[in-house]
């Protein structure tokens, strides 16, 4: 039915059981199915809008409100700068611009490996680490182009 492995299929089941009603797995499945396939497709939502027995349009709903979830498949190492007033005045599109030269790729884009993708993100409540950065959901703390830097070699 879905792209999924055996496994994975009782791991998003195990969400439709994880709390008094089955809806409330689904931002969790979700997620997971991101990690899993590093995007939400068509096909993904068909299998969870019949899991969670909720139209496709309903998932279809929850799958794009949330930016954490992505269309087009994201990179392994998902990079995410935050644009918030504070992280944008502690300079933001420098760090942007940083990671555009040391990826080759514009704001949105996938490495051609499938590696790397960098974009944008709302505020990450993360002020007092502006300009703030996150790796796959992960706050990284302030960055500089010296931290984009280092933080790219330890990732490869």
């Not at 990079?79 to 300079?91: K, Y």
Request: charged letters at 30%; proline letters at 3%; hydrophobic letters at 35%.
């Amino acid at each position: 039915m879905g792209a999924f492995t055996s496994e994975q299929e009782r791991t998003l089941k195990a969400w439709t059981r994880q709390y008094p009603y089955a809806v409330m797995g689904l931002l969790e499945a979700l997620r997971q199915v991101q990690d899993w396939h590093h995007c939400v497709t068509d096909e993904d939502e068909e299998y969870l809008a019949e899991l969670f027995q909720l139209t496709r349009a309903r998932i279809h709903e929850v799958a794009t409100f949330f930016p954490v979830f992505t269309r087009k498949p994201a990179g392994r190492y998902r990079i995410g700068v935050c644009r918030g007033l504070s992280c944008s005045l502690a300079g933001a599109d420098k760090i942007c611009d940083c990671l555009r030269a040391e990826l080759g790729l514009r704001e949105g884009e996938t490495t051609s490996d499938g590696k790397w993708s960098f974009e944008r993100t709302e505020c990450l409540g993360a002020c007092d680490h502006a300009p703030a950065l996150i790796v796959n959901d992960e706050l990284k703390g302030q960055a500089s182009e010296q931290r984009v830097a280092l933080l790219l070699e330890e990732l490869k």
